[in-house]
């Protein structure tokens, strides 16, 4: 069992940047695939980044290649996201989620979900 606590969102101006935290409780983080995803008003939930248990290896959404990062700190049982350049589009709720398996592009893969944390970027 893995419970998640999102924190870090707010007002931003475009062009700004944020850092989301994602602080898991429970033994399964270090074992845990772990992602970043993202829902606007009327939009489905949408992968934004994943990592992988060791932190080796990183996957993005194309809108945010270049601009978001993704890292984890297992010693700390925390998920980061920091996102630079920051643009109206980016507005939404940030979920972390994380999966028994592998890295995932589909939110009905991962098994643990966070309650989200507000991000809003102002024009």
């Known amino acids: 069992q893995v419970q998640l606590v999102e924190s870090g969102g707010g007002l931003v101006q475009a062009g700004g940047s944020l850092r989301l935290s994602c602080a898991a409780s429970g033994r399964t983080f270090s074992s845990s695939a772990m992602g970043w995803f993202r829902q606007a008003p009327g939009k489905e939930r949408a992968f934004v980044a994943g990592i992988t248990r060791s932190g080796s290896n990183t996957y993005y959404a194309d809108s945010v290649k270049g601009r978001f990062t993704i890292s984890r700190d297992n010693a700390k049982n925390t998920l980061y996201l920091q996102m630079n350049s920051l643009k109206p589009e980016d507005t939404a709720v940030y979920y972390c989620?994380?999966?028994?398996?592998?890295?995932?592009?589909?939110?009905?893969?991962?098994?643990?979900w966070g309650q989200g944390t507000q991000v809003t970027v102002s024009s």
């Open positions: 989620a994380a999966s028994r398996g592998s890295v995932y592009y589909t939110s009905w893969n991962y098994d643990y």
